[in-house]
């Protein structure tokens, strides 16, 4: 009961400050920006952090977006979805991870490819996705089925 | 079993992840500014989950990686984060996992439609204003057209790096173009001629779903094609360097990968006229800035790029960096390392037997050579912009709105399309709109996980007792945490404790009191007081976004009063200080100092928010 009086208190008195919870970075910034300025000034997660720097190397950042993708289209398999949404979300996505040529991306299509066998996908449905999705892009395709091949 | 684990270990772990089967419930303590009732997050594997409260009201989920995470919050927010690790096998771990990237996708899915529909408004007021003879209420602005001048020729146009190289690039990608069979200037009349038909029939019959979205990908296309059509170079404040800056001169290894780079970049956009998937005049106008940038930086010798700040980028003012000079200084020094890491691995990633664009990495030299040039401004003692965690070249333009000649529905359309707003921002509201008791970032973490679990069991979420024992049954327990006192972060992080199969617990002390620890362990106690005060302690240099003070309180529990009645009287006088400095520094002193009484107040009351934040860490790696 201790600690249960001690919390109502507490969060009676947050209420009280009028600090709302869960805001994690600084509010008290003086433009529309909430973001603080040391978080902003340091570079952000090492892209090198996983990574070699020798040719082909696949970067912390490029290994996310693929996993991003994979997850994607897991999820876009299962729900049977569009093929508009599934661009929409491709370039979307590929936004959110500061990449602009999402079609030109080769980690795009081994993300593609991975989340086809995520989403379980095999056989005659397999092939159909695999031409419908290159676009009789060669590059594509065999990205894709490289990234369906090494997916656990 | 529950074991204290060893501190060091911890850490070493947060920092390096232990692989996918993790599950630590972080506690982040309340620091100012930043939660007042502290901070609540899951580490899974590598990967920090967490929700934020949002200005606009909203709750929204956030991902870092782990090393990031611990780095902001310990080392420059001052924080001491609290971890409770539950025992998971790989596939809770994976099941709770996908949850959270699922929920990301909602989110960000969401965002988008709000953002569409808000500008599928604005678009037919647009027309309405076209149709009427008046200028639009606001502009239509598309991501990144604005790094060009809206015509050729126009007198903003980026005329010394025009003279150095820059829009040379643009013809040669529309020779490509060419060669593929495709015609530019042909391709950006059709572009034209679809928005104005699209235009047309939503006035006339209303607009589908999906209209605005459309519209604009669309207009960022035709605008792509027409920088490529007329070889247009960027404005001559989009592209930026530093004269005087020598580590910006390449070498020969990064002149030969900046012409492959370029010659990649040429390809792709070549091959990306000739395309209407989703997101292609982005990439179009992103990457003909960014072959006028390559251009120039071969023809001087010298790295130029593109402009990535973001239009919104907040501006901090010379007078709130005037005291930190020194910690800009090791910054501006930091992001020089971080810009030759981010030359060394794009020269790694251009080969000659690679086609492709590497694009992450040039965007990382970008970025670093953005912050490096915002540092030097503030330096300089000029403003200084901060840049966005990822950052990508986005400088909005306006776009004009077609005429059309039958708007016989564009008044219905108008009512429709702001009622569909109305309607997504309500929706918005009731799914994820912040609420101290009811949905906050303990309440949502424990939200997705129990759905999760109940759903991998085959059990509905909303069937209580049959979620509960699902969830039991992977957690070794279940923690409750809705509309009680559960919600406050650390007494969430008691129940996890008590409920939850944890299999260890340990505390990682902000950096602070990590350094008065060592400084304890190394030269005595006495010497530790140094660091209980802002003008004594090694480690702190006041941070612009920090209030007025002047005892640290966070682990003077005792005194805790006492130290807060001399930081309140601190407060006040910085406050009086404040009201005559006000038409010099526009008041920042004053706000500093009522700030620092605000926060004074709880620790009266044994209660200690405010910490300290530090504005850079010299000892990171």
């Known amino acids: ?33 909430s973001k603080s300025i040391q978080s902003s000034l340091e570079s952000s997660s090492s892209p090198f952090e996983s990574s070699s720097e020798s040719s082909g190397a696949e970067t912390a950042r490029e290994a996310n977006y693929r996993a991003d993708v994979r997850d994607y289209v897991a999820a876009w398999v299962k729900s049977g979805g569009q093929y508009a949404d599934f661009q929409q979300s491709l370039a979307d996505l590929a936004q959110r991870h500061g990449i602009t040529d999402w079609q030109g991306n080769r980690y795009t299509w081994l993300g593609v490819g991975a989340g086809l066998r995520k989403g379980g996908v095999q056989g005659v449905a397999l092939q159909t996705y695999l031409k419908n999705l290159s676009e009789n892009d060669v590059t594509r395709r065999e990205a894709m089925q490289k990234g369906y091949d090494e997916q656990q | 079993m529950r074991a204290s684990l060893a501190l060091a270990w911890l850490a070493l772990v947060l920092a390096r992840g232990a692989g996918a089967a993790t599950l630590d419930y972080l506690h982040l303590e309340a620091n100012e500014g930043m939660a007042a009732g502290g901070h609540a997050a899951l580490r899974i594997g590598l990967a920090v989950f967490h929700f934020e409260h949002e200005p606009s009201g909203l709750i929204r989920l956030e991902r870092e990686p782990a090393a990031a ?62 149709r009427d003879g008046a200028s639009p209420p606001q502009p239509l602005l598309v991501p990144a057209a ?6 050729a020729g126009d007198a903003d146009a980026a005329d010394e790096f025009a003279a150095a190289g820059a829009g040379g690039g643009l013809a040669d990608v529309r020779r490509r173009a060419a060669a593929r069979g495709v015609d530019v200037a042909q391709r950006a009349r059709a572009v034209h001629a679809r928005l104005a038909r699209w235009a047309e029939t939503a006035s006339r019959d209303g607009a589908p779903d999906g209209f605005g979205a459309r519209w604009y990908d669309a207009a960022a296309l035709a605008a792509g094609l027409d920088v490529l059509a007329a070889a247009r170079a960027p404005r001559a404040d989009a592209l930026r360097t530093d004269a005087g800056l020598a580590s910006l001169a390449l070498d020969d290894d990064e002149r030969a990968a900046v012409a492959r780079v370029r010659g990649a970049l040429v390809g792709r956009l070549a091959a990306l006229a000739a395309s209407d998937a989703p997101g292609t005049g982005t990439a179009l106008l992103v990457g003909a800035a960014r072959v006028a940038a390559l251009d120039a930086t071969a023809a001087r010798g010298r790295w130029v790029v593109v402009d990535d700040l973001a239009d919104d980028a907040r501006v901090v003012p ?63 003692g000029r403003p200084m912009r901060l840049p966005a965690a990822l950052a990508v070249p986005s400088r909005a333009g306006p776009v004009a709105a077609p005429s059309v000649a039958d708007a016989r529905g564009l008044d219905a359309a108008i009512a429709a399309a702001a009622r569909r707003e109305a309607d997504h921002a309500a929706m918005l509201q009731a799914r994820r709109g912040y609420d101290v008791l009811r949905r906050n970032c303990v309440t949502e973490l424990f939200r997705v996980v129990d759905a999760a679990l109940a759903r991998a069991a085959g059990v509905d979420p909303a069937d209580a007792p049959a979620a509960r024992a699902a969830v039991a049954a992977r957690l070794g327990g279940y923690v409750d945490v809705a509309g009680g006192p559960g919600v406050v972060p650390f007494v969430s992080r008691a129940l996890v404790e008590r409920r939850l199969d944890v299999v260890g617990t340990a505390t990682l002390p902000s950096r602070r009191l990590a350094t008065r620890e060592r400084v304890r362990h190394e030269d005595g106690a006495l010497a530790a007081l140094r660091e209980d005060t802002v003008l004594t302690a090694d480690a702190y240099e006041p941070n612009p976004d920090d209030s007025t003070f002047l005892f640290f309180t966070d682990d003077a529990v005792v ?34 100092g009522l700030r620092g009484m605000l926060f004074s107040v709880p620790e009266l009351a044994f209660v200690s928010l405010r910490k300290g934040t530090y504005l850079d860490d010299p000892g990171a790696p």
């Open chain 2, 318 to 380: 010379p007078h709130r960096l005037a005291r930190e000079h020194d910690a800009l200084a090791r910054l501006a020094d930091r992001a020089v390392d971080d810009l030759a890491r981010a030359r060394r691995a794009l020269v790694a990633s251009s080969q000659p037997s690679d086609a492709a664009v590497p694009e992450v990495a040039l965007q990382e030299v970008e970025a670093a050579a953005n912050r490096l040039l915002e540092l030097r401004a503030g330096l300089a």
């Open chain 2, 146 to 151: 604005g790094l060009f001048p809206p015509a």
């Open chain 2, 69 to 130: 995470f611990e780095h902001r919050v310990r080392a420059l927010e001052n924080r001491t984060i609290h971890v409770a690790r539950i025992a998971v096998d790989d596939a809770t771990a994976a099941v709770v996992r996908d949850a959270f990237t699922d929920r990301l996708r909602a989110d960000a899915a969401d965002a988008a439609a709000e953002r569409a529909l808000a500008g599928e408004r604005r678009l037919l007021l647009a027309l309405r204003a076209a």
């Open chain 2, 559 to 592: 005194a805790r009063p006492l130290l807060g009645a001399a930081n309140l009287v601190v407060g006040a006088g910085a406050s009086v200080v404040g009201i005559a400095t006000a038409p010099f520094d526009r008041g920042d002193r004053l706000l500093e």
């Open chain 1, 1 to 33: 009961m201790g600690i249960h009086r001690s919390a109502a208190l507490l969060a009676a008195a947050v209420a009280a400050l009028g600090a709302s919870g869960c805001i994690s970075e600084s509010s008290w910034s003086s433009s529309a920006s």
